[in-house]
């Protein structure tokens, strides 16, 4: 299931890639206040335990996403992803300092993207209270400092945290450019260090006695 909306261009983010939601601390003060309001949910609460993917364009980037950004396409577009459940939107991004990447907003309303669409799914079979111990964790362990634009970025937050609520990855086709990008860049890392040794015996046996 898919909803479609028009909104208005947002701020840019700098370096077109890179997320940098904290620009303060008030950002780590709402994923704060959003844990605590999922904490305090009644296990029993089953409403919400819908996960959705709400998919947003780095504005940078919006013309070349209306034709690669598509599971028609093979190469895949520049996209932000949050992942909502029980009425709250989580994504991850780069922070000064040795603090949370994590961040919580009402769903929909990033500023600093363009939204374009949402994804459903499915339920996930935790409860709310369930969900506050795998966000408590993911704050934990999704350091800001940690943020890399290619390895480790919001779409394979949105990854892991679709993962452990039990509805599998989000859709192939709003991470295939970073994880086409990423296989480029093992390869030539692995060439590289190839080339590097192949260099190096020859240089040892070059230097080695008759």
């Known amino acids: 299931m898919r909803i479609m ?18 620009r303060d601390a008030g950002c780590l003060r709402q994923a704060s206040h959003c844990l605590q309001e999922v904490l305090t949910t009644t296990a029993a609460d089953t409403s919400g335990s819908q996960v959705l993917v709400h998919v947003y364009e780095l504005v940078e980037f919006v013309r070349i996403n209306q034709i690669f950004a598509s599971e028609l396409m093979p190469v895949g577009g520049a996209l932000h992803a949050g992942i ?8 991850y991004g780069g922070a000064p300092g040795h603090r949370t990447g994590v961040v919580c907003e009402v769903p929909r309303t990033n500023r600093k993207h363009r939204y374009r669409e949402t ?5 996930t079979p935790l409860t709310a209270s369930e969900v506050a111990l795998v966000i408590g964790d993911l704050i934990e362990t999704w350091l800001g400092e940690d943020y890399h634009w290619l390895h480790r ?8 945290f679709c993962r452990r609520l039990g509805v599998g990855s989000i859709p192939a086709w709003i991470d295939r450019l970073p994880r086409g990008v990423c296989a480029i860049d ?5 060439l590289a260090e190839r080339v590097r040794d192949l260099a190096d015996g020859t240089r040892a046996a070059a ?3 008759d």
């Open 186 to 190: 093992l390869g030539v890392r692995s």
């Open 119 to 123: 994804v459903s799914l499915g339920s």
């Open 207 to 209: 230097h080695a006695p």
């Open 153 to 160: 970025n919001c779409l394979a937050f949105a990854n892991e």
């Open 84 to 91: 909502e459940v029980y009425g709250r939107e989580w994504s």
């Open 5 to 22: 909306t028009d909104q208005a261009s947002c701020i840019p983010r700098s370096g077109g890639f890179v997320e940098d939601h904290f």
